[in-house]
């Protein structure tokens, strides 16, 4: 079966610090990856996807950075944080961009940036 | 993506039938309905998808309007673990482009489950 791990669940981050969000997928090959964000009481934005190794795009402008390192290894990062990035931060997976494709979830990040 | 339309909150008691609707006129021929589900403090999951037809799986009941313009998640027998808010999305078939199959998210029903 497929399982999705992110980490950290929690963290405390100063503005201006860095950030590095890790995910990463099991049990399958070559997933569609995604990176969501939900800010308090706000739905759920997608900030980037992945279709392969080293092929990101991002959905809206901002201070964030992706990158996928390996198949099943999707990287959220930022080199200065802002007081705007805190969040929810959720990591997805789906075996293909068809419409009958469901999306999986990851449990979450769950960032403060102080 | 067409836009959805949703109430931003529910109330339910324990054991009864819940009826979500959502509302999508501006729906087109390619376009799939998906509903996805938000537990507290937990990322999303799907609930069910349909296109045309009524559709059923273990976790709930998708009713279809005739016109496409209108659809209800139904949940047959509420329970406190289905306190969520419920997200009506709709997704193109032929969107395969640039967006690749991205959902995007409205803000949603919170429902709330009395016992």
């Known amino acids: 079966s497929q399982t999705i791990h992110q980490w950290p669940a929690t963290l405390v981050q100063p503005v201006g610090s860095p950030l590095s969000l890790e995910c990463t997928v099991e049990?399958?090959?070559?997933?569609?990856l995604y990176w969501y964000r939900q800010a308090a009481g706000r739905g759920l934005q997608l900030l980037f996807y992945?279709?392969?190794?080293?092929?990101i795009s991002s959905e809206v402008p901002q201070n964030l950075s992706a990158s996928r390192p390996q198949d099943r290894q999707f990287i959220l990062s930022s080199k200065k944080l802002l007081l705007s990035d805190s969040g929810f931060y959720l990591c997805?997976?789906?075996?293909?961009?068809?419409?009958?494709?469901?999306?999986?979830f990851g449990p979450g990040t769950r960032l403060t940036v102080l | 993506d067409a836009k959805t339309t949703q109430p931003n909150s529910m109330e339910s008691n324990e054991e009864e039938p819940v009826h979500l609707p959502c509302n999508h006129s501006t729906i087109s021929g390619t376009d799939y309905i998906h509903w996805y589900r938000q537990l507290p403090s937990q990322g999303p999951e799907y609930v069910i998808h349909g296109l045309t037809s009524n559709v059923n799986n273990r976790m709930a009941s998708l009713a279809i309007a005739e016109d496409r313009k209108s659809s209800t998640l139904i949940l047959h027998r509420a329970t406190l673990r289905d306190a969520a808010v419920y997200y009506c999305i709709l997704r193109d078939l032929g969107n395969y482009g640039g967006s690749q199959g991205n959902l995007i998210f409205g803000k949603g029903t919170k429902l709330s489950v009395k016992p």
């Open positions: 992945s279709v392969g190794i080293g092929q």
């Open positions: 997805a997976w789906a075996r293909g961009a068809g419409v009958n494709n469901e999306q999986f």
């Open positions: 049990g399958t090959s070559n997933p569609n």
